[in-house]
């Protein structure tokens, strides 16, 4: 990295185009047709920023580490990892909720008969157990990377935790929302010797991303 130069992890998916535009907002240029491309890495015109574009729950662990300063990912993934970063901002896009969910056409409507314990599948685990551990019920948690909304078609499970957005993944797939555990957005998250090593370029970043989202940049 140049001396000086700023990291910044973006998230590969649904939340990409909408970080690059708010960088762009701050004035940051050369990112154009980063978000079609297969680029992974871009440096802006000045020199003075680099972007890497990485899997959203990857993200917590660079910025934890100082290979980015900082990064945009979910708050979803922030609950789940508990990293130690610094989370100066809500970046206000992306929302999006954290449900349970079980098949629409389920006999027992409550929790299914004959099953000792509730088999869950999902990609968020500790939020998975905390849940429902809050809940007084015993749940057998079957992680999983992707696609979640199969595993109870397949009979893997009788319930998922997983993110809604539009709801059209659960009712393609013949699930039906039970409760909402959280609800997230896209953050913006903060290496923490960076916050003081590079000061002046991670305040000044912040303070125009948080002008940006004020004035519908994004
Ligand atoms: C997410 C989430 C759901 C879907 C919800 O998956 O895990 O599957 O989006 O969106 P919807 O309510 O608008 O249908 P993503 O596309 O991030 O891929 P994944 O299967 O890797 O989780």
Request: aromatic share 6%; net charge neutral; hydrophobic share 40%.
């Amino acid at each position: 990295m140049r001396r000086g130069q700023i990291a910044i992890a973006l998230p590969k998916g649904r939340l990409l185009a909408e970080a690059i535009k708010l960088f762009e907002a701050t004035g940051v240029q050369g990112l154009e047709g980063l978000a079609e491309s297969r680029r992974l890495l871009c440096e802006d015109f000045t020199g003075a920023y680099r972007f890497l574009v990485l899997r959203p729950a990857d993200i917590p662990t660079y910025v934890e580490y100082g290979a980015t300063d900082m990064g945009v990912v979910g708050k979803d993934i922030l609950l789940e990892q508990e990293r130690d970063v610094y989370e100066p901002l809500d970046l206000k896009y992306g929302a999006c909720r954290l449900v349970v969910a079980r098949p629409t056409n389920l006999e027992d409507k409550g929790r299914p008969v004959g099953f000792s314990s509730l088999r869950v599948a999902t990609k968020y685990p500790t939020l998975t157990e905390r849940y429902f551990t809050e809940q007084g019920v015993q749940v057998e948690i079957i992680r999983l990377s992707g696609s979640i909304e199969l595993a109870p078609l397949a009979g893997l499970c009788e319930r998922i935790v997983d993110l809604v957005d539009t709801g059209r993944t659960l009712q393609e797939n013949g699930l039906e929302e039970v409760e909402e555990i959280t609800t997230a957005t896209a953050r913006l998250i903060v290496n923490r010797a960076a916050l003081k090593t590079k000061y002046q370029q991670v305040r000044g970043m912040i303070e125009r991303l948080t002008a940006a989202i004020q004035g519908g940049g994004a």
